[in-house]
């Protein structure tokens, strides 16, 4: 807010000589630029995957490396994120995603994709287990994606790598970009309350039509 920003001008221009301020922003642009002009700007960027596979084994050890280098992707550098990760609703979810990816390149029979989707009910538990999927969902796209470009050391879900590969063998740029706006699809379907497991069956069905 302008009013709040502007009631800090007066302690950045004359900062008390025992304190050092620290002004954290994910979007410092947003920032007022009398604001930004009275601070010195530092850029964190996240940490290796390697450091965080350490961290994870110090502070996780109930977790298998698999596991470990799997979070540690996923995690995307940020620390905080990779100790609270909750790999088991993941895993649930990328299963789900895994067999809606499937079908909709030919590898499952929808009789699979029916099963899966039919568990999705209505209500909030629903709608989180729904996006839990869809989001887990973008991520293989994007892993594909990373491999149709040549850059396997960026996927993320590293443990399905083989598998990951030979999907990516089957689909074409178009075919992952068709996916993602049917994505959002899905997404904008569930804001006007559609029955989920119809919604997700449909666009399954909407990728298995288009040619891989």
Not at 14 to 37: Q, W
Not at 61 to 76: D, I, S, Y
Not at 114 to 126: I, K, L, M, V
């Amino acid at each position: 807010m302008k009013e709040a920003a502007n009631s800090l001008l007066k302690v950045l221009e004359e900062p008390p000589e025992y304190a050092h301020i620290i002004l954290m922003a994910e979007h410092p642009g947003e920032l007022l630029p009398t604001i930004r002009s009275r601070c010195a700007p530092v850029r964190l960027g996240g940490l290796p995957a390697a450091e965080l596979e350490t961290l994870l084994a110090a502070r996780r050890p109930e977790w298998k490396p698999q596991q470990r280098a799997l979070v540690a992707r996923l995690a995307q550098g940020a620390a905080g994120r990779a100790l609270g990760f909750d790999l088991e609703g993941y895993l649930a979810a990328r299963a789900d995603a895994m067999v809606l990816l499937g079908t909709a390149v030919g590898r499952n029979d929808h009789s699979t994709l029916f099963r899966t989707t039919e568990t999705y009910r209505a209500g909030a538990e629903g709608q989180q287990k729904t996006q839990a999927t869809l989001s887990a969902f973008a991520g293989l796209l994007e892993d594909l994606l990373l491999l149709r470009s040549g850059v396997p050391d960026r996927v993320r879900n590293v443990d399905l790598l083989r598998e990951l590969e030979t999907l990516a063998d089957s689909v074409t740029f178009d075919w992952i970009e068709n996916a993602l706006r049917g994505l959002d699809g899905v997404y904008s379907g569930m804001r006007r309350n559609l029955l989920r497991s119809l919604s997700l069956d449909a666009f399954t069905e909407s990728l298995s039509d288009v040619p891989a």
